[in-house]
Structure formats: C-alpha cells, structure tokens
C-alpha cells in the first residue's frame, strides 16, 4: 500500500476549516473545481479511544464518493508519507486561513 499516494486536502466550508485525507485529487471535470476522492478514514475498530472528529467526518461523508470542492475553498493540498488526526476548525477563530478573495456579490 506503499505505493498510493496519500493527500493531506484542507478547505473551507461555512465557516470551517476541513482537513481530510484521500488518495485521489485532481482537476474535476466540472469547470473550476477540484476533485477528490476515496477519501481516508482509520478502520473502525473495536477500540475504547474514539476520535470525535473523525466519527463526525465519517458520518458526513459516508455516502461520499467524490467531493467536488470550488477551487476558491482549497487552502491547501499536500501529498504526505501518513495520515494524521483529521480536523474540522472555525476559520474565524484565530487561524491564518484566508479564503481566496473572491469578488463583492451584487446587491
């Protein structure tokens, strides 16, 4: 298993900050947004330690099979060695996380 990549994807989304782990991301066919898909999450166990944030992002994403996120919401994708602890943070609450300027809506 070596041999797949592993991408560390982190985006925006209502005011959050996600970070997610998947083995594929690329341009999606759909004009302005990246695709990602097969995402990752630590086998479900029969452990007494749960990570709540990962229990949260599987329930999300259970039906998933590929996100399409608009490029402006990707902060930042990575191709990492391993996979770390999943996050879902406010990106208002003192994070450097800008999202890309996008124009003012019309009124």
Not at 6 to 18: D, I, N, P, S
Not at 34 to 46: W, Y
Not at 73 to 100: C, H, M, N, Y
Request: glycine share 6%; with cysteine; proline share 7%.
């Amino acid at each position: 298993m070596r041999n797949q990549k592993l991408y560390k994807v982190t985006f925006l989304h209502l005011g959050k900050c996600y970070e997610l782990y998947a083995r594929h991301v690329a341009s999606s066919n759909l004009w302005g947004f990246t695709e990602v898909g097969d995402l990752v999450f630590e086998p479900i166990g029969e452990g007494l330690v749960v990570d709540p944030t990962e229990e949260r992002l599987r329930e999300e994403f259970k039906d998933t099979r590929v996100l399409h996120l608009p490029m402006q919401s990707v902060v930042r994708i990575e191709e990492v060695d391993r996979k770390g602890a999943l996050a879902i943070r406010d990106a208002a609450d003192g994070q450097k996380v800008t999202p890309f300027p996008m124009p003012p809506r019309n009124r």
